[in-house]
């Protein structure tokens, strides 16, 4: 009894979409998610002068907030 013996295909290269990201894509989103939490945690409950000082209004902070993380 002889065997065959098949050769399978090579595997294709993983296409870079939203779902497989090259690493730069990784580390504009962890940038993105960690500066969203910073702002959540540390300018939502500063007063309105801080913000000011910082370039920012109570209105565009929570705005920036509350994007997916996704988005730019």
Avoid: N
């Avoid at 409950?45 to 993380?69: F, V």
């Amino acid at each position: 009894m002889s065997a065959d013996i098949l050769t399978l295909p090579h595997a294709r290269p993983l296409r870079r979409t939203c779902c497989a990201p090259d690493q730069r894509g990784l580390a504009l989103w962890l940038a993105r998610r960690r500066l969203r939490l910073m702002l959540a945690r540390e300018l939502l409950g500063a007063p309105d002068s801080a913000l000011q000082d910082a370039g920012w209004t109570r209105a565009a902070l929570r705005q920036e907030i509350a994007k997916p993380m996704w988005r730019g």
